[in-house]
């Protein structure tokens, strides 16, 4: 695991709560209308059906009553850019939760509403400043709520991939979140300034060790969009497939990312 930088960016405790939560209730909404064609059909994610996809959804709000139960840890021990680094190590244990949920749960819209009430009134009863024991360490709930944004945002991309025409829509605040997330995991796993990596309209950092960029054009650039830029960090779309359909651009001989993905799979 790359060494997690000390000073991240902050987050609007707020917002973040808000984001969550609009991010959620885009897929309930979504989950009202699939039939069980649409809850059969495959998904990019190995051998899960969408049924299994919205269950795991509703299973990554959980984590957070799960974690809420559990005694609060002593002292943070990790920081959130820690998170990207930790999430590989359960998956197969992640995968047969999932899986059994979605087997446990006819109505899932039921289910993910029931899910939303639950996390309102926890979050309610909670400060943010409360410790969770999570995959990277004891985190505050302010931080382990931005790490939800990543997880809402990357699986509602999964399911309008796996659904034609479903096009659930990803909240903006959800969406900025992620994305910066995402942007300074690649600056903790390459530190450095020789290359400018943009997101536009939420992300600017400096990666790669070189020489450092101080003013004027940089010249080194990479430049994508968000959702792009999450399917690249996430695995779901290859550096070379991304450069092949002009999904981004690179310029400079320190430009060549693809080796430093994905961040998280």
């Known amino acids: 695991m790359p060494p997690a930088k000390k000073r991240a960016r902050s987050y609007d405790p707020a917002r973040t709560r808000a984001a969550v939560l609009a991010q959620f209730g885009n897929v309930r909404e979504a989950a009202r209308g699939l039939g069980p064609e649409q809850l059969a059909r495959p998904t990019r994610l190995g051998g899960w059906t969408v ?3 919205v269950a ?34 359960n998956s197969a244990a992640i995968a047969e939760f999932t899986r059994n949920i979605a087997a446990e749960q006819p109505d899932l819209h039921a289910y993910l ?7 309102r009134t926890l979050l309610d009863e909670h400060p943010g400043s409360r410790l969770l024991r999570t995959s990277a360490g004891a985190l505050s709930l302010d931080d382990y709520l931005v790490t939800r944004t990543v ?4 699986h509602t991309d999964d399911l309008n991939d796996a659904v034609p025409g479903l096009d659930v829509p990803h909240d903006r605040q959800a969406l900025a979140a992620a994305t910066r997330l995402l942007a300074d995991a690649l600056a903790v796993k390459a530190p450095g300034g020789s290359t400018e990596v943009r ?11 070189g020489p450092r960029h ?11 969009d968000p959702l792009t830029w999450i399917r690249l960090a996430t695995g779901r779309l290859t550096w070379k497939d991304a450069l092949t359909e002009a999904k981004v651009s690179a310029s400079g001989e320190r430009a060549d ?9």
């Open 151 to 154: 997880e809402l945002v990357v």
């Open 56 to 89: 795991h959804i509703g299973m990554a709000l959980t984590a957070i009553h799960r974690a809420l139960a559990l005694p609060e840890p002593p002292r943070a021990d990790a920081v959130l850019l820690d998170w990207p680094f930790a999430t590989s190590a």
């Open 199 to 209: 997101v536009p309209p939420y992300a600017v950092v400096q990666c790669v060790e």
């Open 214 to 224: 101080t003013r004027g054009t940089p010249p080194n650039v990479v430049e994508t």
């Open 113 to 119: 509403t029931d899910v939303e009430q639950s996390l």
């Open 257 to 265: 990312i693809g080796e430093l993905l994905p961040l998280m799979a």
């Open 51 to 53: 049924r299994d996809l």
